[in-house]
C-alpha cells in the first residue's frame, strides 16, 4: 500500500513539475519551409493583385528606391558607417536616419545576432524640398534597413516608385573581403513574416529594442560604451516610437495602391480623378476638411459599384511586444532552459536562403512569431475614403507649396488642373506622386516639368535575384585577382557604368574586361600613385582591396602587371 501510494506520489509530482516547466501554453509558431511554399488562398484575385506585380524581380524598366541611390553613389558603401552616411547626405537638414539595436529579435538572422553584436535597424525619415529642376527625396517610411554583422548580411526593404510596392533585396557577403552583391529576394519567404509585402514592427513599449534601457546597459555591458558601426548604444525610447511610426506609414502605402485600383475598378477613371480632387483638398487645409460633403458622398457611391465583396484589407504591421529578457527570468524558466538550451553561435540560419536551419531553431509562441498568419488590423468599405488620406500622404511638404506656388494657393484653380489631366493617369494601375506632380505642374502651366531622381532606369544594370549560381572561375583564370580586388564593385553594380564585371560566366566576364580598357589605366600604380590623378587609382585608397592588393604586391609583385596585361593596350593586335 505504502509503496502504490508513493508511485501515485512520484507520478503526481512528475505531472506536477512538467506543467510547471511545460512551454507556454499555446501553439508554436510555424516552420518558414511551409509557409513560404503555400499558395495564398484567394476566392477571386482582386484587380490590384493582378496589376501590381508579385514576381520577386521588379517589373521591366522599374527599380527599387535603394538601387537608385547606390547607382548614384557609384556603388555600394563600405563599410556599413557609410552605406548610414550616404543615407544622412541625402537628408537636406544633414540628420542621421532612426537607428536601433535588437540583439534578441526574430528576423531570420535571430541566431546570428547577440548583445555584442546586435541586429541594426536603420529607417530613412526625410522629405527634400526639390528644386526648380526636380522633385524632391521623399524616402520617410519608403527606406529601411537590417544588418546582422556576423551574418555579413543587410536586409533591405525599399519602395519602388514605378511598380506600386516595397522590393525585398539583400546585400550579400557584405564584408571587407566579400563580394558584396545587391539581390532581390525570394518574396515567398519574406512575404511570410511581411505579410501585405509591407514594413513590420513590434508595438510598444519595444521591450526587444536597446530604447528600453535593460537592453540597451546590456549591449553597453557586452561591448563598452564605444557606439557600433558609428551608432549610439542607447537610445531613448522615442526612437522606437519613430520608427514604429515609419513603418506604420510604409504599410499605409501599399494600402493607398490597392484603395486606388480596387476602390474604383477597372473603368473608374472618373471615380479616380475625384479621388485625386478630394486628396489635393485634403492636403491643402486638412483641418477644414469635410469627409461628409456632397463630393465626398458622391466619391463613396462610385466606389460602392466597384467596392471588392471581401473588403479591402488593411494588413497588420504591427507585432504583438516581446520581451526576451522576461522569458529568461524567474526559477522556473531558468530549469526550462537547462532541458531547452539556447542555440550556440553559428547555429541557426547563416543567412536569409538558410530556411531548414532557422526552423531547427526553438520555435516562438505562434502569439509572438511573426510567421502566424494575422488578421487584417481592419477591413475597409465603401464608405471609407481612406484612399483619400492615404493618396494626400503621397505627396511631401515640398509637394505642397510647389502646388499651391503654381496654382496661385487657389484651390479651385488647383481642382481645375485635374479635370484638365489625361484620362490616362487614372487608369487602373499604379499610382506614383512622381507622375502626378509631373502632370499636375503641366496643366498649372509650367513649361518645363520638374525631373525625378529614382525612377529611370536606363542607365542601370539589369537586377539580380537570389539563390542564383555562383560565378565559378577555372584553375588558372586570369579573373582570380579581379574577383578577389574588383568584383566587390564592378559585378552586380547598379551602375551600368561600372557593372562592367557583370557577365553570367567566366568567358563573358573576361570579354568584358578585355572590352573595357580604362581598366589598363586605373592599375597602372607605378605611373600616377602620388601624382594628381592618384585618386583615380583603384581599387579605391580607403578601400579593403587596396590595403589586400598591396599585402599581395610584397610577395607578388608582378600581380598588377599580369591583370593590366589581361585588358588589351591601345597597340595590342
Known sequence: MKRAFALLLLAGLGIAAWLWLRPEAGPRGPDIVQRSTQEPVHAAPRLSARLIASEDLPPAGTRSLFDHLVAQNDGLPYPFEKLVEMLKKQDPEGRMPVTLMIPQGRSLLKAQADFHHPRVLVAADFQAPGTPASLGLAPRGQLFLGFVEDANEIEVLSYNEAAGRFEF????????????RIVYARRAVCTTCHQGGTPIFPQRPWAETNGQPEIAAMIVAARGNEPYLGMPLEQPLASPERFDELTDTGAFVAVTQQLWIDACGAEGQDCRRLMLKLALRYLSDPGSF?????????????????????????????????????????????????????PQPGEGARNNEDLVAFDQLPKLPAALDPLTPRPPKRRLTAADIDGVYGLAALFSDGDRAR???????????????????????????????????????????EKTLPAYCCLDTAEMSPPLASGGPPLELSAGSPLHPFEEYCFSCHRGNPAKRLDFMGGRNEAEVLAQVKATPKIRDVLDWERYLGGEKAHTLMPPADSPQRAAMQDALKKDPQLMERMRDTVPGLFDF
Do not use: C, H
Open 169 to 180: 533585396q539583400l546585400v550579400q557577403d557584405y564584408s571587407a573581403t566579400g563580394a558584396r
Open 403 to 445: 502646388l499651391e506656388q503654381a496654382g496661385g494657393v487657389s484651390p479651385e484653380r488647383l481642382e481645375a488642373a485635374v479635370d484638365r489631366l489625361d484620362p490616362a493617369l487614372f487608369r487602373a494601375a499604379p499610382v506614383s506622386r512622381v507622375k502626378l506632380m509631373q502632370a499636375l505642374l503641366g496643366a498649372l502651366g
Open 290 to 342: 469635410d469627409a461628409q460633403s456632397p463630393d465626398a458622398a458622391r466619391l463613396r457611391q462610385m466606389q460602392a459599384a466597384a467596392w471588392p465583396a471581401e473588403g479591402i484589407a488593411v494588413p497588420e504591421s504591427d507585432l504583438r511586444n516581446r520581451d526576451p529578457l522576461a522569458e529568461q527570468r524567474g526559477l522556473r524558466n531558468r530549469i526550462r532552459a537547462l532541458f531547452t538550451p539556447a
